[in-house]
């Protein structure tokens, strides 16, 4: 069993739409949590970046933590096909060494 | 534009050839962290530099891989004698502070290299 599983998708979604994007941990250890963007042929792009339990909001962008269920979600309002992309989930128990990562969840985003 | 810069972009190496990747950081940042990247495995660390130092290689291939991060220039990932196993896509990430303090990533847009 992998230490972080996040669905592949693709998850395809018309423009507008709010997205829940999610991973799930094995290692209770982990307290920071993040989440990236990439585009295709680029490098990941940090979006939030979470420490415990808890929400946490940027604009159209909320991150939630629920550790009791090992459990992370970033949701993603007013949907746009900027948004298109692939979205890692990243977390570690506190050294950026031990970052360990999901496979990335491909996110379309339809006008 | 500050962020990360890797080059090049793209590199194509025939089996046994040296491949070069390099990576300037972000500025101010003093440490930098290399990963590979292939499509059913997501991204994987390979080694932590901090300048004149390697900290920590346990990501790295014992054989044909080495990094370096001098005092002054960019930070160097080289394959030696490349496989087409090698082929990849590498990025280098750098951060203000130390692993401890678990300050974010910043990554560069990657290299990527295909052995042929």
């Known amino acids: 069993q992998k230490e972080v599983e996040q669905d592949p998708g693709p998850l395809s979604v018309p423009e507008g739409a709010i997205v829940s994007l999610n991973c799930t941990y094995s290692?209770?250890?982990?307290?920071?949590f993040m989440w990236y963007r990439q585009y295709s042929r680029k490098g990941p792009e940090l979006l939030m970046y979470?420490?415990s339990s808890g929400n946490k909001e940027d604009g159209r962008f909320t991150a939630q933590v629920d550790k009791s269920s090992k459990y992370i979600s970033l949701f993603i309002r007013d949907s746009q096909p900027s948004d298109s992309a692939t979205y890692l989930c990243?977390?570690?128990?506190?050294?950026?060494?031990?970052?360990?990562w999901g496979l990335g969840t491909s996110l379309a985003v339809n006008p | 534009n500050a962020g990360v810069m890797q080059n090049p972009r793209h590199l194509v190496r025939r089996r046994g050839q040296e491949a070069r990747l390099r990576c300037s950081p972000m500025?101010?940042?003093?440490?930098v962290y290399w990963y590979r990247q292939l499509p059913e495995e997501g991204l994987k660390f390979m080694v932590y530099?901090?300048?004149?130092?390697?900290?920590?290689e346990s990501g790295m291939p014992k054989e044909r891989f080495s990094a370096e991060f001098p005092k002054e220039g960019p930070s160097i990932l080289r394959i030696q004698q490349v496989v087409r196993g090698d082929s990849a896509a590498y990025f280098c990430?750098?951060?203000?502070?130390?692993?401890?303090?678990?300050?974010?990533?910043?990554f560069g847009n990657g290299t990527r290299l295909t052995v042929t």
């Open positions: 990430a750098s951060s203000a502070d130390s692993p401890e303090v678990n300050s974010p990533l910043h």
């Open positions: 500025k101010g940042h003093s440490h």
């Open positions: 530099l901090q300048k004149e130092n390697i900290i920590d």
């Open positions: 290692n209770s250890a982990f307290q920071y």
């Open positions: 979470t420490y």
């Open positions: 990243a977390m570690n128990a506190g050294n950026n060494r031990k970052l360990i």
